[in-house]
């Protein structure tokens, strides 16, 4: 079976999500899916359903590039005892997205600091 048939759910998604420029190649067994999502939780939307097919991601046979369109975030200044998801639920959009729009600050998403101003994207 060929990777692109393996994560055929993960393609066909993206098309419906009308991810743009999306290119899907396999080179060296690995398969690369690269494209802009309107939103982070389209994005999110991609990953859960990679992540049914290999629930630990160990395949390491997927090379997922995924930008968001630039819309409209918010800032967020971390205070003591917060986390991504609970900022996250507080402002309706997972962890995974506001990790994925502050990659430049964070770079454990189990360890923020208090005084860090992060995007939290629009849900």
Known sequence: MSLQDKYKEVTNLAYELGITNLQVREQDNVLYIDGTAKSAADKDKLWK???????EFRSADVVMNIEVT????TEYTVV????LSKIGKAHGVSWQA???ANKDIIKNPD????GWKLKIPTA
């Open 49 to 55: 359903t990679y992540e049914k097919i290999d629930p």
């Open 70 to 73: 630039q819309g409209s975030s």
């Open 80 to 83: 003591n005892g917060d986390s």
């Open 98 to 100: 506001i990790f994925e």
């Open 111 to 114: 360890l923020i600091q208090p």
